[in-house]
């Protein structure tokens, strides 16, 4: 492919990031996080700070709109770029080489969701990009002002999300395999800059000892303890989710073929260096598929590492005999187009609709929150008129209905939304953030767009003269969108209420 045909392309990808990252309403995922940045605290049960502080200082600067929530996101995309581009040149790949990487960095699904939707894993991925950057040339150029880079890298990754710690195992990994890296345990420049790492993430350390220690427990023990659940063939699925098929390929041409790594990075430390980087947290969640479910997109700053590697695929010809190499060349070209269709006709799809394509009408955890939110306001202030009270709104999922709710609240008065912490069932920051003082003596709406999350004996023990489930049907651009379910209850018990003060 030629450079040009890599910047026009690259161009293509940035260029979709732009124009719908103000159109495009947040997900429910940015919204939970936005509301971090309303209820700012050192740290959060489910994650460190960063997303909530990226949040706060966009929105700070463009409002409570999607382009608000999501400027850090974009922000975060463009800092992994930068260090795409330059990683790659530090491993002596040259401008085309440099530039595919940074396509690939554009257009592979995980690279665009992290660069578009302000979720901790976009700062996750920033940190990640420019900590092996800089870990490149501490442990491979062995320049010593380069510790400065991985300490502040790591920091920030750690106030972004706990998975980048395996980042720094690869690197271990590195370390005491390399006989020239190793000098680097007798210098006093790796552990200044754990030191440094340590020192940013306080917020998350101080939180935690004030909390029981809930967020390591939770990203941790907690996951472990789940209930038995063989995933790796999810995890396949993932891999081919997050880097496309095309893309899942080339890595694994790239993983069996010496051949293919020594012909993109020429210098073995360096090769052996960035797939360090990549192995050890591919192999950690693999090993954590074998027993338990690992979320889609837990794999992906794993790959920042292996961009260099398939850089290559794009910009080198492949010997006649590599059949592998031979149908990449080829593919590239149609895959990068395919995405790019892909991306837009999604986003036109979701914002704007598509002629003769309807919406589907159930079950639909991304679209229509706004006429959700309004439906709920009016069961809320019929329940206001009928008891005399403003009641307590619970969505009944862990979170999501919640922080959609709470989101697009058509009057802005959000204090009155929690979770299904209310029932005594999980709900993430929720459990905090309860803080209802009429002791159970206020009603209660329960919504949820799945007729059983409104149902069980819990929800029964927990709540007052508790109502029969009733349906309301939602419509978006002239269809039937959601099925809403609710109940109402006089008041709820004090006792069964799940919270962590």
Known sequence: MSTRGLLALAGLFIALRLVFFPLADPIVDEAYYWLYSQRMELAFLDHPPLVAWLNWLGTHL?????????L???????????????????????????????LLGCALPGFFLSGFLMT????????????????????????????LGVGLAMGLGLLAKYPIVLLAAGAAGFVLTDPVARRWLARPQPYLATLLALALFWPVLAWNAAHDWASFAFQSTRRVQQSYEFSTHLLVAHVLLLLFPTGALAAWGVAT????????????????????????????????????????????PAYIGLLPFLATTLTLPAAPADRLGRFLARAWRPTL?????????????????????????????????????????QLEQQVQ??????????????WSIAAGLAFYD?????????????????????EYW???????????????????????????????????????????????????????AAGYRPAAVQRTR
Not at 76 to 97: D, F, M, P, S
Not at 453 to 459: K, R, T
């Open 257 to 300: 073929r010496p051949a293919w790594r020594a012909r993109a990075v020429a210098d073995a430390r360096s090769r052996c260096l960035l797939l360090w980087t990549a192995a050890v947290p591919f192999g950690v969640f693999f090993a954590f598929s074998l027993f338990n479910y690992p979320h889609f997109h837990w794999t992906g």
């Open 385 to 398: 008129r009928d008891t005399g009270q403003r009641p307590l709104v619970a969505g009944m999922s862990k």
């Open 434 to 488: 309860f803080d209802d003082q009429s002791n159970g003596k206020r009603p209660v709406l329960l919504v949820d767009f799945e007729r059983k999350d409104l149902q069980g004996p819990e929800v029964d023990a927990a709540l007052v003269e508790v109502g029969p489930i009733q349906e309301q049907i939602i419509h978006w651009r002239g269809q039937v969108i959601r099925h809403l379910y609710y109940r109402v």
């Open 120 to 147: 901790p894993d976009a700062p996750l991925v920033a940190a990640w990009s420019a900590g092996v950057f800089y870990l490149h040339r501490a442990l491979v150029h062995d320049q010593r002002g380069a510790w």
């Open 72 to 102: 850090g996101a974009i922000g975060c995309g463009v800092i992994a770029l930068v260090y795409i581009w330059r990683l790659t040149r530090e491993v002596g790949g040259g401008h085309q080489q440099a530039l595919a990487a940074v």
């Open 410 to 430: 058509t009057d802005g008065r959000r204090d009155n939304i929690t979770s299904r912490n209310i029932v005594g069932r999980g709900g993430a920051m929720f």
């Open 337 to 377: 187009y395919l995405l790019g269709a892909i991306y837009a006709s999604t986003a036109v799809y979701i914002v704007f609709g598509l002629p003769g394509v309807p919406y589907p009408s159930r079950n639909v955890d991304y679209l229509a929150w706004r006429e959700a939110a309004a439906a709920v306001h």
């Open 62 to 70: 463009l409002g409570n709109t999607p382009a608000g929530v999501r």
